[in-house]
Nanobody
Framework: QVQLVESGGGSVQSGGSLRLSCVAS????????MAWFRQPPGKEREGVAA?????????YTDSVKGRFTISQDNAAKNTLYLQMNSLKPEDTALYYC??????????????????WGQGTQVTVSS
């Protein structure tokens, strides 16, 4: 049974940092395309970053380039991470981990990803 469980969210001040984790079970992350999405209050879910180990490729949406880093631990931890630095109030959202069995990064729309975590809240105050 595929399961994704996020953690690491919290409340920080503008300029602060957080590291989100997503522990995967039921599959091996290196065989999947993995991504982070977020959903700000009252807005649609949007793709933030994605990676695929098979092609050693990563993608970031423009608003987080240079501030966020996506990575994964392919060993026993089978975990996806999102290191978020220089956080801004507009980064406030519910952050989701997502996965799809692919060796490429699909277009970052929710419909292209099959498996989802429950989300972890990130709140950035000014």
């Amino acid at each position: 049974q595929v399961q994704l469980v996020e953690s690491g969210g919290g409340s920080v001040q503008s300029g602060g940092s957080l590291r989100l984790s997503c522990v995967a079970s039921g599959f091996t992350v290196r065989h999947y395309s993995m991504a982070w999405f977020r959903q700000p209050p009252g807005k649609e879910r949007e793709g933030v970053a994605a990676l695929t180990t098979a092609r050693d490729a990563a993608y970031y949406t423009d608003s987080v380039k240079g501030r966020f880093t996506i990575s994964q631990d392919n060993a026993a931890k089978n975990t996806l991470y999102l290191q978020m630095n220089s956080l801004k109030p507009e980064d406030t959202a519910l952050y989701y981990c997502a996965a799809v069995p692919a060796d490429y990064i699909p277009i970052l729309t929710p419909s292209n990803f099959y498996y989802w975590g429950q989300g972890t809240q990130v709140t950035v105050s000014s």
